[in-house]
C-alpha cells in the first residue's frame, strides 16, 4: 500500500510540475516526499494562475495582478 501511494504521489508530482512549468524531476521528488498529501495540494491550488508581466501566482478570477497592479486580459 506505500508504494502505491509513493507511485501515486509521484504521478500527481509530475503533473502538477507539467502544469505550472516546474522540472519533471522535481515534480517525481516534491510527489514521493509529500505522498497522498500532493493530491491535496494539487486540487487546492488550481484555482490560480500565473501574472503574464511578473510571472507571480494570482487568483483565476482576477482582472488586476495584485502584485504588479496589470490588468490581465482573460
Not at 21 to 48: H, K, T
Not at 51 to 61: F, G, I, N, S, V
Amino acid at each position: 500500500m506505500l508504494i502505491f501511494w509513493a507511485l501515486f504521489g509521484a504521478l500527481i508530482g509530475v503533473v502538477a510540475a507539467q502544469k505550472r512549468g516546474f522540472g519533471v524531476a522535481g515534480g517525481v521528488i516534491g510527489g514521493l516526499l509529500l505522498g497522498p498529501l500532493a493530491v491535496l495540494m494539487f486540487f487546492a491550488s488550481s484555482g490560480r494562475v500565473k501574472c503574464p508581466a511578473c510571472a507571480e501566482w494570482m487568483k483565476k478570477e482576477a482582472k488586476i495582478c495584485p502584485h504588479c497592479k496589470t490588468a490581465v486580459e482573460k
